[in-house]
């Protein structure tokens, strides 16, 4: 407990050990501060999200995940972020409007945030940081973090695999029939 305890003290977070990824605070797309805690008791899929990648046809494929998963308890969560290739440059109305428009998004969204370097977001050092539970940098847009329903990191999803992939809808799946 102490090596998780470590790194999430040196991110400057108030962050306790009984929910160390789950009450790091972070701010929704319209800038009202939160934290993944409101999701208590769903499975979330935290994706680093950007509208001028290669990978950005993959909103098409999360919104059907989780518009077939999202009464079972999985919500989606759209972080975007400009860390790689400038490929996230708009402001946060222009990123949200993006995605409604053309992608339908309706899950929810959140404050473009760095992912990797000197200014990472706390919540994703908990994740990647050297003792943390995926250790090493966020590689591309449209990586992905599995939480379970306690808001324990389950499994790091690589940005090429599809939210749709069969390895994905498994560990979802197999994520949500835990209670």
């Known amino acids: 407990m ?5 790194p999430l003290l040196l991110a400057a977070t108030a962050v306790t050990a009984a929910e160390p990824i789950i009450s ?8 009202k501060t939160t934290s993944l805690g409101a999701y208590a008791g769903k499975v979330i899929l935290m994706v680093n999200v950007a509208s001028r990648c290669g990978n950005t046809p993959q909103y098409k494929q999360l919104e059907e995940v989780y518009a077939k998963y999202k009464d079972p308890g999985l919500v989606v969560l759209g972080f975007p972020c400009n860390d790689f290739g ?12 993006f995605c409604t428009s053309k992608y339908a998004v309706t899950f929810p969204m959140f404050d473009k945030l760095h992912v990797k370097g000197p200014e990472q977001h706390p919540l994703y050092a908990a994740l990647t940081g050297k003792d943390g539970p995926f250790p090493g940098d966020v590689r591309w847009n ?38």
Not at 24 to 31: A, C, H, K, N, W
Not at 165 to 172: E, G
């Open 2 to 6: 102490k090596s998780l305890l470590l």
């Open 86 to 97: 400038a490929q996230e440059p708009g402001t946060n109305a222009e990123i949200l409007e």
């Open 24 to 31: 790091i605070p972070i701010r929704d797309i319209q800038g």
């Open 142 to 179: 449209f990586g992905k973090f599995l939480i379970g329903r306690d808001g324990k990191p389950i499994q790091r999803i690589e940005p090429k695999t599809k939210p749709d992939d069969a390895t994905v809808t498994a560990a979802i799946e197999a994520a949500l029939a835990v209670k």
